[in-house]
């Protein structure tokens, strides 16, 4: 007897059609063929998240999308006008914008809000908790062999200029500025300081002839590498304006915790910087634009804050004596800066920003001519010599190196 084998047909229902049609007519709509779109890749779910919450920002009365605030703005805006405790705040708005996301389309970023997945280790929301450092802010002395600077005074792309500035941070890490999460947040590094008592005090006080920082946009003041000028600093916003025995190197004593933290190609047009001679503490230079943690160096580990660990000053004025030295620090910019673009001498300027600075200079010098000239009367003569020093201040603060030269050779005592 032979035994016939037939395969079962599959039907169409076991493909999600129906039979819709029976005697009785139509009971069912007929189903399309459908698919699952395919899920968006993590950056594309990154680039939605961060397109979400940025079209949430702009959205006209929406009071609650204002607490949306990206890593970089929480970290700026930390820095510069509250203390390093307020990182607590990250989380919060972390939290707060990944509920946002849950008004969104969810399936443009299915990963952020599936509960089996570390949400805090996504893009975007993962700046909110730390950031990726690099190797740079680790090593003072690593750097790149060649050119690090273009003709404008940009760092070139992949190169690592050398350490050329240094400032000194407090250990107290709920100080605006403290270590050691100046440099862990995204949106951190160094930036200007709005409003300090200490600088408007100690740049009023000064000679008419001494060429005074801009402040009203924020500064934040550095010292050149080297012992002469580090050692006469004063780190205002470590020790409230008081001036510590021997400088940075002293200050660090006071405060165990405090530590240097260094900056790379300082003087770059993004610094918007400024720099002077000597004008009663060692030679300094002002930012008045933030400078971002990849350029930092030290804020990770205290590294180098010897006294020792730093040369004496630059090689061009190694030779003079002690006295000889401190006069030439009044007529010198350090020759480490020498690649710098300091004062109006900078294309990151706009027309506005130098009206602006030169406006808050000419008020300042305002001041100390009406100080020098007293309430009595003067001559024509004496009037002309406290002009000229104000043209010598104001051209120092504008246009420093147009005023004041780099050491050059061996500097004649």
Known sequence: MSVAVIKQQYTLDEYGFDNSYNPKGLRFPVPKLTSTPPKPSMDEQAENVRNYLLERQKVQGDEAASMIQSPKDIGQEAALYQGDDVVDGYTADADYSRGVLR???QSEYPDYLDDDINWKKLPHMRDYFSRQSTLPEHMWDMTTEGEHFDKEGNILPGAIPPVNAVKLIGGDHKR????PNVGK????GL???VGSRENESYEDSLGLDQPSMPLNQGVGFVSPPYQEDMGRAMAANVNNGF????GLFGAMRDDPEARLVAIRGFGTPQDKAFARPSV??????AYTAPIPPERLVGVFNRGKHNQ????????ELNHLNYDERRDATKEYLPKIWEKGRFGLDNPAYTDEEKESITREIDKRLGKRKDRAMGSGGITNAEFEKIEERARKSKEGTLHPTERF????GNVNA
């Open 103 to 105: 008004g969104g389309d």
């Open 280 to 285: 009663g503490e060692g030679r300094e230079g």
């Open 176 to 179: 605006r500025g403290g270590a």
């Open 191 to 193: 930036v200007p300081n």
């Open 243 to 246: 001036i510590a025995n021997n």
């Open 185 to 188: 947040r995204t949106g951190y």
């Open 405 to 408: 030269d780099y050491p050059r």
């Open 308 to 315: 020792t660990d730093f040369p004496q000053i630059e090689d």
